[in-house]
């Protein structure tokens, strides 16, 4: 009786012990993905995570992403990028890796490169009016004018209240020798100005001088 006693406790230790270490994995992942402001003690939490043997194929893909944007916050471009490609080997739609790549290639000034990850995201979320906004910006600073207006008009069409878009929209058609205020006077008639960055818009449009934005400005990021 002492004997079968005491093989249920060696059982009941051993389970207990992988149930611990199976939560700390779990937690060391939320901790990874949640720390702020420090990202070295971040980047342990996800290495620890990594390794515990733990996590679901979705949760390791979410914590090598969430590692590469700590590498990122420190600098370092080429283990982000590294981190964000495992993401994506382990989850093959998961847009927000595809985004961060992008952006961090961008940074980088494999700006090429950058607008492939950007026309994957797109591929897999069409809708999302963000992501043709960052390629067009994206193909705007390559010089790709023309193509940088269509990305940016198809946002507009998606989120018409967004006067990032408009802004951009109007410069790139600029750029590209279309210049016309016609977008700009669009954005006008249906939003307020008075928002910022509305006020840049009326600017544009002759409504205001560049000294009253400047001031106007001041204050909206004083605040």
Request: with cysteine; net charge negative.
């Amino acid at each position: 009786m002492n004997r079968l006693a005491c093989i249920f406790a060696v059982i009941f230790c051993i389970a207990g012990a992988g149930g611990m270490a199976h939560a700390d994995g779990i937690a060391d992942g939320h901790k990874c993905a949640t720390t702020r402001n420090n990202p070295d003690v971040a980047i342990d939490y996800c290495v620890r995570a990594i390794y515990s043997g733990d996590l679901s194929q979705d949760q390791l893909a979410a914590t090598y992403y969430n590692r590469g944007l700590e590498y990122k916050r420190k600098g370092g471009c080429g283990q982000a990028i590294k981190d964000f490609d495992s993401a994506i080997v382990l989850r093959p739609d998961f847009v927000r890796a595809f985004k961060s790549r992008g952006v961090t290639y961008f940074e980088m000034g494999e700006h090429k490169l950058a607008i492939e990850d950007f026309d994957a995201a797109i591929e897999i979320m069409p809708d999302d009016a963000s992501l043709r906004r960052n390629r067009g910006v994206l193909r705007f600073y390559r010089g790709e004018f023309a193509a940088a207006a269509l990305d940016l008009d198809s946002a507009l069409q998606r989120n018409p209240g967004e006067p990032q878009h408009t802004l951009w929209l109007y410069v790139a058609q600029a750029r590209s020798g279309r210049e016309s205020n016609d977008v700009l006077a669009w954005y006008g008639r249906n939003f307020d100005l008075n928002q910022w960055p509305g006020p840049v818009i009326a600017m544009f449009l002759g409504m205001i001088g560049p000294d009253v934005v400047a001031d106007i400005g001041r204050t909206v990021f004083e605040q």
